[in-house]
């Protein structure tokens, strides 16, 4: 009886024998590649599914449980680590940073972690925030008041700013002080009487910009310039200047200086006009001398000379008053009286 086809075709089957990976490899090279053409066709051939098959396909697809849509919607949803304190971190923010990773004390000391910072333990002749930087004679600056420090050999020396004094600059230098009287060549406003009024310290901004710079150029030991009042008459001015006691600044050197000074380059836009007159004030002396009657009530000595100066008279008075006669001489008629 023949066979049937099938099995013919079942017997051939398993007759021949199986390709090899190399034969199935050389068979893909024999294949010639799909053009651009022909992919285009292919995907025209294939029918799209029609609204039916999606719905079919739809619901041959099994529908996930819940369990496995929390897992889905869980790892969509990102962890957000916690806000920790300052110097903290980790899930519940309990592990301490340490600060001293990175951190080793300039090579000086030894880093001590602290929470959100450390501290560094310097070694020998070091100091500093980092141990950055090693102790000297000079450093730090034992000089106090912006004085500068000069080392000399193990020890130091301080070269003091004009107002201070001592070994580390630490008191203040006393003070000779020259009253003076300026006239500005510009017009008075009435705000100017009030020393402090707005327009009044814009106008002593002014001055100071012209006044310092040029003082401090003429007398190197210049300390400041206070002013006391303005005044009319154009603009005055009284102002007093203070210098150390050791300058040998005079108030006819004060006096000259304005006068070269004035409609200079020096003092720019100011103009002084009138009568230039400084007075120095001198501090009453400890020792006090004897007393001797004085027709006025008052014992003082006045040196005054007078110059002929253009508008007027620039006047040097170096005044200096030890006591009134008021408060000393108990009996009028007793000449020999001391205090």
Do not use: W
């Not at 100011?270 to 009530?297: E, W």
Request: glycine share 6%; charged share 20%.
């Amino acid at each position: 009886m023949p066979s049937s086809p099938a099995s013919d075709m079942s017997s051939m089957m398993r007759v021949m024998p199986s390709p090899s990976a190399s034969d199935i490899s050389s068979m893909m090279h024999m294949m010639p590649s799909p053009s651009a053409s022909d992919m285009s066709s292919m995907v025209h051939m294939m029918p799209s599914p029609s609204a039916s098959d999606m719905s079919s396909m739809m619901h041959m697809m099994p529908s996930p449980s819940a369990s496995e849509m929390a897992l889905t919607v869980t790892s969509i949803i990102p962890t957000v680590a916690p806000t920790c304190p300052s110097g903290f971190t980790g899930n519940d923010c309990s592990k301490d940073i340490d600060d001293c990773e990175y951190e080793n004390c300039s090579g000086n000391g030894d880093c001590l972690d602290r929470i959100n910072g450390f501290i560094c333990e310097c070694k020998n002749n070091y100091f500093g925030k980092n141990c950055e930087k090693k102790l000297s004679a000079c450093n730090p600056n034992p000089c106090e008041n912006d004085g500068t420090c000069r080392e000399v050999g193990e020890t130091f020396k301080c070269t003091c700013t004009s107002a201070f004094e001592g070994t580390t600059c630490q008191s203040e230098t006393p003070t000779q002080t020259f009253t003076g009287t300026v006239k500005l060549d510009q017009d008075y406003k009435e705000d100017y009487d009030d020393i402090n009024s707005p327009r009044s310290r814009v106008l002593i901004t002014v001055l100071d910009s012209k006044l310092k710079p040029f003082f401090k150029k003429k007398f190197p030991d210049f300390i400041v310039i206070n002013y006391k009042r303005f005044f009319k008459g154009s603009v005055g001015v009284d102002y007093e200047l203070l210098f150390p006691t050791t300058s040998n600044v005079t108030n006819g050197n004060i006096v000259q200086a304005l006068r070269e000074g004035n409609g200079s380059s020096e003092l720019g836009f100011l103009r002084l006009t009138g009568d230039i007159t400084v007075t120095k004030q001198v501090v009453q002396k400890t020792a006090a001398p004897t007393a001797t009657k004085d027709g006025d009530g008052v014992i003082g000595f006045i040196d005054e000379m007078s110059l002929a100066d253009g508008d007027g008279v620039i006047r040097f008075i170096d005044e200096m008053s030890l006591a009134d006669c008021d408060d000393v001489l108990a009996n009028p008629a007793d000449t020999d009286s001391t205090f």
